[in-house]
C-alpha cells in the first residue's frame, strides 16, 4: 500500500477528529516490532534538543572541566554525532559532579538505550522525573524507556503526562500513538497518531503508522 497522499491524511485527520474524541485532557516486521517498543525510530534519532556544536561543546567542557553542565552538552553532542560510548562516558561524567542535574540523566537514558542498556535507561529516566516531574521531554524519555521494558501501560501514562504538560509535543503524541497500537487500542492510536500528523505533516513515522492501522 502506498503511502496517503496529502489529501487523504487531511481527511482522515477531519474525519477521526469529528468522530472520536480527543483521549488527552489538555489538547510488520521485527525491526518495526522493536521501534515500536523503543521509540527511537525516524526522527527520534535526531532527538528533542538539536544537535549542538560538538566542536564548541568540546572546547567549553576542556575549559571548565569540573561543570557539569559542560560535561552534559559534550556527552549530548557527542551523542547526537553518534558516538554512543564517549557520549555515555561524559554524561557519567556531569552527573558525578552534579547528581541533581535532571537533563544529564535523562540524556544519559536516551543514550543508554541507544545502546541497548535497557533496565539502567529505565533507572536513569525515572531519577530524571523524580528530580523535576514538570518537564515534558522526562516523561517523553521515560515512556520510551518503559516501552522498551515491556511496560506499556506504564509508557502510556508517561506519554500522557508529558502532553499534559505540553500539548504540542509531536513526539509525544507519536509515541502515544505508537504503545496505544502494541496495547491493541487502535481507535485511540488512530486518534493520537492524527493529531500528531495536525502537528507535522512531514513525520514519516506518523504516516507509516497510520497506514499500517488503516489497513
Do not use: F
Not at 10 to 37: F, V
Not at 103 to 121: I, M, R, T
Not at 151 to 178: C, F, H, Q, V
Amino acid at each position: 500500500m502506498k503511502l496517503m497522499c496529502a489529501a487523504v491524511r487531511a481527511g482522515l485527520i477531519l474525519s477521526l477528529a469529528a468522530s472520536i474524541a480527543p483521549i488527552l485532557c489538555s489538547p510488520a516486521g521485527a525491526k518495526d516490532k522493536k521501534e515500536k517498543q523503543e521509540g527511537r525510530a525516524g526522527s527520534w534519532k535526531n532527538g528533542a534538543q538539536g544537535s549542538p556544536s560538538l566542536d564548541a561543546c568540546k572546547k567549553r567542557a576542556e575549559e571548565h572541566p569540573q561543570d557539569a553542565e559542560a560535561q552534559n552538552d559534550l556527552g549530548w553532542a557527542l551523542r547526537q554525532n553518534g558516538d554512543l560510548k564517549a557520549a555515555e562516558v561524559k554524561l557519567r561524567e556531569s552527573i558525578k559532579l552534579n547528581p541533581s542535574l535532571g537533563y544529564a540523566h535523562s540524556n544519559l537514558s536516551v543514550v543508554l538505550l541507544d545502546g541497548g542498556q535497557k533496565p539502567e535507561a529505565l533507572t536513569e529516566a525515572q531519577k530524571a522525573v523524580a528530580l523535576d516531574g514538570k518537564q515534558a521531554i522526562y516523561h517523553s524519555v521515560l515512556g520510551n524507556a518503559l516501552s522498551a521494558n515491556g511496560d506499556t501501560k506504564g509508557a502510556i501514562n508517561e506519554y500522557k503526562s508529558a502532553l499534559l504538560i505540553r500539548p504540542d509535543y509531536e513526539n509525544a503524541l507519536y509515541n502515544l500513538g505508537r504503545v496505544l497500537d502494541l496495547d491493541g487500542q487502535q481507535t485511540e492510536a488512530k486518534v493520537v497518531l492524527s493529531q500528531a500528523l495536525a502537528l507535522d505533516p512531514g513525520d514519516d513515522r506518523v504516516v507509516k503508522l497510520l497506514d499500517q492501522l488503516m489497513k
